[in-house]
């Protein structure tokens, strides 16, 4: 049966579902309240299309990773940039995995992992670095991924708006009242659907707060990504130091550079929407934040594992606030969030904290028979 839809977000995840429902043959509306699609989160990030290297503490989430990467770069494969070396280092001094473990982990999920050749061996501290692995794992293009979906989009009955925010919603007899403002001239538009998808990531709990709906509970970060130009030996590689207070720096497609981030310095700082307490509004202190770079303390302690990037050219930071599960703090694990119905009959909340996560949200939307 056709129903009526109403995505808010226009990042990957609500680009994607708006296709696929469409596909399905409802009717569906997407609203992003930015001046662009994709602009937040989908692109300010470190663009990694993971292979489930990244989770050695949560087996369930590398799983998953595991199977949706030969999709996603088959689905996406125009935006998706494979011509490089990854490597993943091992420094047992304050990580939490050693060596060995980290090659049964591999083994384990059925993950390629294979001894770095000797130049990247020589190119690493060794006391401070046990181990180099080859590891596959690529990244993708923010832009050409936007492009993509904005043409699929275009081929499918789906409608879709920018600078639309959709701030309040109404339980009704017949569906669910939506008040959607245009940004740029304040005018209100009153739409009623059958369902809400709600894909706003560090926005989400926005639009619970203005229609009086229980806030989910969620962790936020200011975060920093570096992009930066570095040496010529590391151009066509990217480096991932596993796993505690250590660095990643890998190729960002889109700009031509490679994303810098550290897991001591890339958050700046942290809050959290809890249930019953005062709503603090993430956009606004985006907005309102003032962002001083932690890029030098970022270089010099990568420095100390990898010498030669001490050679990197900063450029600029891109700057996001990153949102995660509260229990996903203890073993790294990025489950996606799905809240079928909540408190409102057709109104749904969904999160990933990875791109790919898109494909187990769509099966569980399936599975649960929400549509």
């Known amino acids: 049966m056709r129903k009526n839809i109403i995505i808010v977000g226009g990042g990957f995840f609500g680009m994607y579902l708006a296709e696929q429902f469409s596909l399905l043959g409802h009717g569906v509306k997407l609203f992003e309240k930015e001046n662009n699609y994709m602009s937040r989160a989908s692109y300010n990030n470190q663009a990694r299309v993971h292979n489930g290297y990244h989770y050695p503490r949560s087996i369930l989430t590398a799983l998953r990773s595991r199977i949706s990467f030969p999709r996603f770069v088959d689905e996406f494969r125009d935006c998706v940039d494979s011509d490089f070396d990854k490597y993943y280092l091992i420094s047992e001094i304050l990580g939490k995995v050693s060596a060995s473990q980290f090659r049964m982990f591999c083994d384990r999920i059925g993950a390629d992992c294979d001894y770095a050749p000797a130049k990247i061996q020589n190119m690493v501290n060794p006391k401070m670095i046990n181990a180099c692995f080859t590891v596959k794992e690529f990244a993708f293009d923010a832009f050409k991924l936007r492009d993509i979906m904005l043409k699929r989009l275009d081929s499918s009955n789906a409608e879709f708006y920018c600078g639309y925010s959709v701030d309040k919603i109404e339980q009704l007899e017949n569906g669910i009242k939506t008040l959607i403002r245009e940004v740029s001239t304040g005018e209100v538009q009153e739409y009623v659907a059958d369902h809400v998808f709600n894909c706003t990531y560090s926005h989400l709990n926005y639009l619970l707060d203005n229609s009086g709906i229980e806030l989910i509970p969620l ?51 942290e809050w959290y929407d809890k249930p019953g307490e005062k709503y603090l509004d993430s956009y606004d202190k985006f907005d309102s934040d003032t962002k001083n770079s932690a890029w030098q303390y970022m270089i010099r302690d990568a420095s100390r594992y990898i010498p030669v990037l001490n050679e990197c050219r900063y450029e600029r930071s891109l700057w996001e606030v990153k949102t995660l599960l509260p229990r996903s703090e203890t073993d790294d694990s990025r489950p996606i969030l799905f809240r079928p119905n909540h408190c409102i009959q057709g109104f749904h909340c969904i999160m990933g904290g990875k791109i790919d996560n898109v494909y187990d949200a769509f099966e569980a939307i399936k599975s649960m028979n929400v549509i």
């Open 219 to 269: 962790k936020h970060e200011m975060t920093e990504m570096c992009l930066v130009d570095v040496p010529e030996v590391c151009k066509n590689a990217g480096f991932t130091i596993m796993c505690g207070p250590f660095f990643s720096v890998m190729p960002f497609p889109s700009v031509g550079l490679h994303s810098f981030s550290h897991v001591r310095y890339t958050p700046h700082y």
